[in-house]
C-alpha cells in the first residue's frame, strides 16, 4: 500500500495568515492527490483534486500543488471558518490512502 | 442537487453483521460508482472499497476483504455495504461517497453512519 504522511500534525494560526501543510507519498503517485476538508461531526468534503484544481464551489484562497511524492495545500488569508481537519488522499492506485490528517486552528 | 443519505446508527454485538444503505439522488446513478470509506474515533480516514452503482463489480481493500460486501439496487439509487464478523475495531463512522468510475476521487458525501460494536 501507498503510504501518506502528512505534516504539521496540527498547526495553530491567525486570520489573515498563509498556512500550508506537506503531504507526502511513499512512492510516486505523479499528480492523483486529492485534498479533503473536514469540520467535527461532518463528512470531509473535496477541495483540490489532481493536486492543484479547485473543485467548483471552493474558495480560491485554497491552493494545491506538487508532483510524484510531494505535494502541499496552502490557505491565503485563513478565515475562521477554516478551522477544520484537512486530509490528503492518493487516487494513482487501490487500496486508496489518505494522510493521519493535519488539524487547524484559529488562534 | 446530488445527495447522499445513509441509514441511521446501529449498535451490533461482536461477530454480527451490519448493512449500511447509502441512497443516491439529483445525478444519473448509473454514470458513477460508490466508494465507502470508515472513521474509527479520533482517527484518519479509512478507504474499505468501490463499486460500480450499474454494473455491481467492485474492488474491495485487501484489509477487509472477505468480510465486506457491496451491492447496489438501481431501481432505488441506493448501495449497500455489508460488514460480517464484526469487532470492536469495526466501531466507526461510515460514509458513502460517489467516486466516478473509480477515480478516487470523491466529490459528494453521505452524511456518515455510526456503527458501534460492543458486548
Known amino acids: 500500500d501507498i503510504q501518506m504522511t502528512q505534516s504539521p500534525s496540527s498547526l495553530s494560526a491567525y486570520v489573515g495568515d498563509r498556512v500550508t501543510i506537506t503531504c507526502r507519498a511513499s512512492?510516486?503517485?505523479?499528480?492523483?492527490l486529492n485534498w479533503y476538508q473536514q469540520k467535527p461531526g461532518k463528512a470531509p468534503m473535496l477541495l483540490i483534486y489532481?493536486?492543484?484544481s479547485l473543485q467548483s464551489g471552493v474558495p480560491s484562497r485554497f491552493t494545491g500543488s506538487g508532483s510524484g511524492t510531494d505535494f502541499t495545500l496552502s490557505i491565503n488569508s485563513l478565515q475562521p471558518e477554516d478551522s477544520a481537519i484537512y486530509h490528503c488522499?492518493?487516487?494513482?492506485?487501490?487500496?486508496?490512502?489518505f494522510g493521519q490528517g493535519t488539524k487547524v486552528e484559529i488562534k | 442537487q446530488v445527495e447522499m443519505v445513509q441509514s441511521g446508527a446501529e449498535v451490533k454485538k461482536p461477530g454480527a453483521s451490519v448493512k449500511v444503505s447509502c441512497k443516491a439522488s439529483?445525478?444519473?446513478?448509473?454514470?458513477?460508482?460508490i466508494s465507502w470509506v470508515r472513521q474509527a474515533p479520533g482517527q484518519g480516514l479509512e478507504w474499505m472499497g468501490w463499486?460500480?452503482?450499474?454494473?455491481?463489480?467492485?474492488n474491495y481493500s485487501p484489509k477487509l476483504q472477505g468480510r465486506v460486501t457491496m451491492t447496489t439496487d438501481t431501481s432505488t439509487s441506493t448501495v449497500y455495504m455489508e460488514l460480517r464478523s464484526l469487532t470492536s475495531d469495526d466501531t466507526a463512522v461510515y460514509y458513502c461517497?460517489?467516486?466516478?468510475?473509480?477515480?478516487?476521487?470523491?466529490?459528494?458525501w453521505g452524511q456518515g453512519t455510526l456503527v458501534t460494536v460492543s458486548s
Open positions: 461517497a460517489r467516486d466516478a468510475a473509480n477515480r478516487g476521487l470523491l466529490d459528494y
Open positions: 439529483g445525478y444519473t446513478f448509473s454514470t458513477y460508482g
Open positions: 463499486m460500480n452503482a450499474y454494473r455491481g463489480d467492485t
Open positions: 512512492q510516486s503517485i505523479r499528480t492523483y
Open positions: 489532481a493536486a492543484s
Open positions: 488522499q492518493q487516487s494513482y492506485t487501490t487500496p486508496r490512502t
